[in-house]
Structure formats: C-alpha cells, structure tokens
C-alpha cells in the first residue's frame, strides 16, 4: 500500500477541507488547531497530513515532501506553481483579490496610466501584473500580512489585498475600489507523485470532485 503526505494549512482551508477528506472516507486523528503536532495520523495507516504555513503548500508538494495539498489561487498564483498538478478548482475558501484605497482618496485620479503609485502587498506578482496592464506605474511593498494597515499609517497609498466579508476594510475606514481576481482554493498534486501513486491519488480526487459537483 502506498503511502500518502496531504500537505494543509490550518484555519479556514483545514475546516473546509474536512468535509471533502470525509467524503474520501479520510478522518484526521487530531485538530490541527488544538494540537502543536505537525504531522498528524488519520483513520488510514498509510495516509498522514502535516500541517504547514498556507503559503507554504505548493514548496511541500513541488518538492515531494508531500504527494497532494490545497492552496489558494493566490498562493498559487505567486508561486508559479511549477512541479504541480492543479487538477480540482475546490471552490472553497472563496474570496476576491482586490485592491482598496483610504476612503475618500481619488483612486481614480491616482491610477491614470502614466501615474505612480505606491502598493502595498504580500501578493507583488499580481499587483505587478495588475498595474502593467493598466499602464500605471508601481512601486511595490512587500508586506507578510495586516496590509490594511500601510494605507493608514502613509506607508502606501494602496493595498492589494483578498476581501471575503468586506468587515476588514469598514472597520479601517478603506474601501475597494478594483476587483483584480476571484480566488478559491486548488487542489495541488506532485507531477511525479500522481504517476507513481496513480491508484492511491486518483481514488480521492474523484471523491473530492464528486462533492464539488454536487454543490453545482
Ligand atoms: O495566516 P497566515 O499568515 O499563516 O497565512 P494566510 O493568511 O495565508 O492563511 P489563511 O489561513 O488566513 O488563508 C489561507 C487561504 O484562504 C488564502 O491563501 C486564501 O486563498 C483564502 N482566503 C479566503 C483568505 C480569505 N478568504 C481572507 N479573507 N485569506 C485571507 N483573508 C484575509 C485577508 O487577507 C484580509 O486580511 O482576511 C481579511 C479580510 O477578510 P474579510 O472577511 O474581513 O473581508
Ligand atoms: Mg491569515
């Protein structure tokens, strides 16, 4: 029997993923959450998750060091994603990439082509491809996280930035004001992994993909 690494972040895509293991007959030992331990069992002797740094999945899956993960589109998108299979848009964690300004600050003026702004973000290779489109000029800084804050305190004049509720923003008086990107979250599998493991791997990506279809 071969052996199986899932690679997961804690938080929002571990809950989310729960139900999609379930369906593949999968039920983590532990909670993540509730428990310091990295690697952690499941019902199946020979399949294990270990929980890393969202950001981190595609590097543990590219490499090897895990046969399949989930990450966001975001990530993705930052990583590069080479080395990775994405064969399963999950359509959870959903949000939107966006970029959001001070309330009451002309965006509209800020962001003619020909014009320089300054952003804010942990996400420089969307915000790059973003603003070259646009023919608006950047200077990009890079943050690893609270970037709602770089606009208040002068550091940037813009943040690109996932929304999902939007409270984030009200509650520090910014406001979107450009949708760049929908993003949820993908299923990443090792190229070489899925050759060799095909019988293992295959089996739970069409259970994952059966409860995505069911939620069509
Ligand atoms: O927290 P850590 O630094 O370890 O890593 P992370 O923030 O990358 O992980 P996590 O678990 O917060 O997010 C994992 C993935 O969830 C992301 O890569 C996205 O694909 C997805 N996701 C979905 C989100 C959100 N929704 C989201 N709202 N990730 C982050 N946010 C943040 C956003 O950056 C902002 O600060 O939540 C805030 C806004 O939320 P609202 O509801 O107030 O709009
Ligand atoms: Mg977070």
Do not use: W
Not at 123 to 145: Q, S, W
Not at 149 to 158: F, I, N
Request: hydrophobic share 45%.
């Amino acid at each position: 029997m071969n052996s199986l690494t899932i690679a997961l972040s804690k938080g929002r895509i571990f809950d989310e993923t729960l139900p999609l293991l379930a369906a593949a007959g999968i039920e983590p030992a532990e909670n993540p959450e509730q428990s310091r331990k990295l690697i952690i069992g499941t019902n199946h002797a020979n399949i294990r998750l270990v929980i890393v740094r969202a950001t981190d999945v595609p590097t543990y899956v590219q490499y090897g060091a895990a046969d399949f993960g989930i990450a966001g589109k975001d990530v993705l998108t930052e990583h590069g994603g080479s080395g990775l299979y994405q064969p399963l848009d999950l359509q959870i964690a959903r949000c939107r990439m966006m970029v959001a300004v001070r309330k009451g600050f002309d965006y509209a003026a800020a962001s003619q082509p020909g014009c320089r702004l300054r952003v804010a973000t942990k996400y420089p290779d969307i915000a790059a491809e973003h603003f070259a489109d646009k023919g608006v000029h950047v200077d990009l800084i890079k943050l690893y996280g609270s970037m709602e804050l770089a606009p208040l305190v002068g550091l940037s004049d813009a943040i690109v930035d996932l929304v999902s509720t939007g409270n984030t923003l009200k509650a520090n008086d910014l406001e979107a004001v450009e949708h760049i990107a929908d993003i949820s979250s993908r299923l990443v599998v090792n190229k070489a992994a899925l050759k060799l493991k095909y019988a293992a791997i295959q089996p739970i990506i069409d259970a994952f993909a059966r409860v995505v279809n069911a939620d069509k």
